[in-house]
Structures are given as structure tokens and as C-alpha cells.
């Protein structure tokens, strides 16, 4: 078989690396978070910008959350504080000056439930069950994340969510991977299709309403912009693309992810391209807000991959 998967021990967890034999493509996730931290191009240059986990975990939080699992929120949580049920919860986990930031799961440590080879692909099942233990969010559920390697330099995942609690929970998912194609950002061209952005206030939450912008319905050079923003994506055209010369890597959602984020760091050395189940703060303003019943299981997937003309 032309793939490989192979599992190594970083510090107190592990990294699985599923590799293309033949062209030396791979991607290598490590169990804590379930996130992908490198992705090789033919052996050598990693189209993630990850995490340095050589001597651990690191300062993953102020690093950027890199490629971070968000759940059972992604981005701002206002003040860390929501209503359900008629009781207020307040997050106990990472705030970012006044607001909860990306959830409470995303240095969860997974458990690795199987691997699998085939002729065109290799993948690994990774299984974490959150018992409620924050304060703020006391709603046991679990996730279990399947990571494939295709041909064609084409990588996917699939998130499948189970609500353990015996009253409904409400629950938003996304992901934070940072793209790099060997250039600084505003060499990038941009493009996607949406149906608004949501407009946020001075603390990046959203108000309520959604602007009509089709700046990058067309492929557009970044510049200098800085963006930081999130989008109602088409869904009847719902791919994101980054390119840069002759290299474009396509972020395609399949599944339960209709919303987009985009964020540009300040060194500009790669751009965040976030697939959301619904917006920021979506626990206080509904928008896209998923809830789920007592024991449903709720499945959302997303691809990317990277083409050279």
C-alpha cells in the first residue's frame, strides 16, 4: 500500500502522522486537542502553520489557539456568560481580556480509538468524552474526530458530537487552522462567496445584522488588509480559496459549517481560515446556535486541499 501511518510520543501525548508513501505527502495530529498541527507538501514544507510541541504543549492559548478544536463555542463568549434553561452559566476556562475565548475542550486529550489503510487513503478515530467539569458549561457530551489522507493531496475531518445529558444543551463547533504558502499574507489572493458578513461592534461581537460584501467574490490580493471577521458563506458555492502564484489551497465545509471566519495575523505569515457551525457568541444571540437533544449525535465535516497549476 503506497500509505503509512505512524504514532510517536510527544511529551504527555501522542502524534500520529498518516503518510502518502509515494509522494511524501502527510499530516500529523496530535491527540491533544485532535487538531492537525503539520501538513508536508512532497516531504518538506508544511502548509500549516502549527504549534512547537517539542517540549510540550507550550503556550498554545496565547500562540494563537493553532489549528485549535472550538467547543463547545468558537471565538468570543460575552463576558463568558449565557442563559439556559432559565440559569446563568458563566465559563470558567481561558478568557482573552474581559470575554471567553474558543471553549473549554480545545487541550483535550483524545484517545485513539483505531487507525485504517487503504489503497487510496489512511486515517485515524480519535475519541474525547468531556464529563462537564467547567462550571460555566456542567453538560456532558463527547466528540470523536475522524482525520483522512486521500490521494491528491486532499485532507478531510469529520466531527461527530454526542449529547450525554438528559436535557437539551446548546452547542456551536469550529476549527483554527493557520495556512501558510510561503509567502507573507498580503501577497495571498483571497476568494469565496457569501450571503453577508456579520457586522461586529469594537469587542468583535456580533450586533445582530449582516452587511452585504462581495469584496472576494472574485480572487482579490489581500494587501494590507487586516481581517477578523466571519461571513454567512453560499452554500451553493461554499469553498474558500488562498493562493499565492501557482499554489491555492481550497477549505470546502460538507457539512454544518455555513459560517466562515477569517483572520490575519499581525505577522502576517499566515491566514486563519475557520469553517463555524454559527457566529461568536451565538450562546446569547442565536445565530446558527445548534440545539441539542438529550442523546443526539450531530455530525459536521470539512476538507481542504492543496493543488499546484
Not at 467547543?71 to 458563566?90: A, K, M, V
Not at 454526542?162 to 444543551?169: E, L
Not at 499574507?185 to 456580533?206: A, H, M, R, T
Not at 437533544?293 to 465535516?301: G, I, M, R
Request: proline content about 4%.
Amino acid at each position: 500500500m503506497s500509505f503509512e501511518i505512524q504514532i510517536s510520543s510527544l511529551d504527555h501525548f501522542e502524534q500520529i502522522t498518516l503518510k502518502e508513501s509515494n509522494t511524501g505527502n502527510s499530516i500529523s495530529i496530535s491527540t491533544k486537542g485532535g487538531l492537525i498541527n503539520e501538513w508536508l507538501i512532497e516531504g518538506s514544507r508544511s502548509i500549516i502553520n502549527g504549534n512547537d510541541f517539542s517540549n510540550g504543549w507550550g503556550n498554545f492559548e496565547m500562540n494563537g489557539f493553532k489549528s485549535g478544536k472550538m467547543s463547545p463555542f468558537s471565538c468570543r463568549l460575552e463576558n463568558g456568560t449565557f442563559t439556559h434553561l432559565d440559569q446563568i452559566y458563566t465559563i470558567e476556562k481561558f478568557y482573552l481580556g474581559e470575554h471567553a475565548l474558543h471553549g473549554i475542550l480545545y487541550d483535550a486529550v483524545y484517545t485513539i480509538a483505531s487507525t485504517k489503510i487503504n489503497d487510496d487513503s489512511a486515517s485515524a478515530i480519535l475519541e474525547y468524552k468531556y464529563n462537564g467539569t467547567d462550571h460555566g458549561y456542567p453538560f456532558p457530551y463527547s466528540i470523536q474526530l475522524e482525520w483522512l489522507l486521500q490521494t491528491n493531496h486532499l485532507v478531510s475531518v469529520k466531527t461527530t458530537i454526542t449529547n450525554h445529558h438528559d436535557q437539551p444543551i446548546p452547542i456551536m463547533d469550529g476549527w483554527h487552522p493557520y495556512f501558510s504558502l510561503s509567502a507573507k499574507v498580503n501577497d495571498y489572493k483571497l476568494q469565496f462567496k457569501n450571503k453577508g458578513k456579520i457586522e461586529y461592534n469594537q469587542n468583535l461581537l456580533p450586533t445582530g445584522k449582516i452587511k452585504e460584501d462581495n469584496r472576494f467574490n472574485d480572487s482579490t490580493q489581500i494587501d494590507d488588509l487586516h481581517l477578523d471577521d466571519c461571513w454567512l458563506i453560499d452554500d451553493q458555492s461554499p469553498s474558500c480559496t488562498i493562493q499565492y502564484e501557482k499554489e491555492k489551497i481550497i477549505i470546502t465545509p460538507i457539512c454544518n459549517y455555513p459560517y466562515l471566519q477569517v483572520y490575519t495575523p499581525d505577522d502576517r505569515k499566515s491566514i486563519a481560515i475557520e469553517n463555524l457551525s454559527a457566529v461568536p457568541n451565538c450562546f446569547n444571540n442565536k445565530m446558527g446556535l445548534h440545539m441539542m437533544k438529550p442523546h443526539e449525535s450531530w455530525v459536521l465535516a470539512t476538507s481542504y486541499q492543496n493543488f499546484k497549476d
